[in-house]
């Protein structure tokens, strides 16, 4: 046997024995088991149904149940960092809000970077503000809430579901648009603004239109304009601000879906084909419009330049109303 074929076959014998231990072990399969979904808010209020809904189809559409946890507290920042200190494995997600990732870390010092201590997945939904007043507030239309306001300087109330969120946000933007003053009472929820605004302790609120509803549909508080590019899909009688004659006063309440930093980039790529399929489902998006949230289909990389932008958005509002330097 010559010298060439004697090295040939010994390569070959070589790579056979060698050959099954030298192949990478396969990755896992995602998910396989239960997935933790954080909600940074309370039990029972908005975030938390639409939080609950989520898991439940997310899981459906995983293979694997998903579980909502609560953890509330310091205007989201609580369950907010639980999740930036949580194993970048996909297993622990949060239902993020420009509370938590944006405005608190704007306004207080926190353990945690809102934005880049964060993978983020995709946008959930979108919630739009709707101005609503008391009944007893005379007024019919956004122009002559403005010619009462600059009439009674200081002397008007608006309530929201607490500081620092979009429903304050939002009206301290239309204050700023409108060239009024307007005292803000900020509530611990929009139930307790709600309660107050029914019983005249302030004269009008801005809060999300699934919670406001049944008290329009009974009477107990009026619909004045909606803060949206366009007309709410359950109440399209309702003017926007915008044709009321305010222009970009809208400040949306958003949820993301986010991980840790550090999660593979196919397990972000799996959670967002699984939201994507989400939204295609009739009956799911059937759901959110009746909460009054648009579905929006962004990818990983679009979500993360969603909260970058808003984050700048916030920034600027912020220390324009002289709430952050």
Not at 236 to 252: C, M, N, R, Y
Request: hydrophobic share 45%; proline share 6%.
């Amino acid at each position: 046997m010559s010298g060439i074929l004697r090295r040939t076959m010994y390569a070959l014998l070589l790579a056979l024995i060698a050959g099954p231990f030298s192949c990478a072990a396969p990755t896992p399969a995602y998910p396989q088991r239960p997935i933790t979904l954080v909600n940074p808010y309370a039990a029972g209020g908005p975030a938390d149904v639409l939080a609950r809904r989520l898991a439940k189809e997310l899981g459906a559409e995983l293979g694997q149940p998903v579980i909502v946890e609560n953890k509330p507290g310091a205007a989201a920042a609580l369950g907010t960092a639980y999740v930036a200190r949580a194993k970048p494995d996909g297993y622990t997600l949060l239902i993020g809000t420009s509370a938590g990732h944006v405005v608190t870390p704007l306004l207080h010092s926190v353990t945690y970077d809102g934005v880049g201590d964060f993978s983020f997945i995709g946008i959930v939904a979108s919630q739009s503000n709707m101005l609503v007043i008391n009944p007893q507030f005379k007024v019919n239309n956004v122009a002559e809430l403005i010619a009462y306001a600059r009439q009674h300087p200081g002397q008007l109330n608006f309530g929201s579901a607490g500081t620092g969120g979009a429903t304050h946000l939002g009206g301290e933007l239309f204050m700023q648009k409108a060239g009024i003053n307007i005292v803000h009472i900020p509530y611990n929820g929009a139930a307790l603004a709600l309660t107050d605004l029914i019983g005249g302790q302030v004269q009008m609120a801005f809060l999300n239109l699934s919670a406001c509803l049944p008290h329009i549909k009974d009477g107990r508080i009026k619909a004045l304009a909606y803060a949206s590019a366009h007309r709410s899909r359950l109440l399209p009688q309702v003017p926007t601000l915008e044709e009321s004659g305010i222009h970009g006063a809208d400040v949306p309440t958003w949820y993301s879906l986010a991980a840790p930093k550090g999660t593979p980039s196919q397990i972000l790529d799996r959670l967002n084909a699984a939201l994507q399929a989400l939204n295609a489902r009739r009956e799911y998006a059937a759901f959110m419009e009746s909460l009054d949230a648009d579905l929006l289909s962004l990818s990983p990389a679009q979500t993360t330049e969603f909260v970058e932008h808003d984050r700048d958005s916030m920034a600027k509002l912020l220390r324009s109303i002289g709430l952050a330097k």
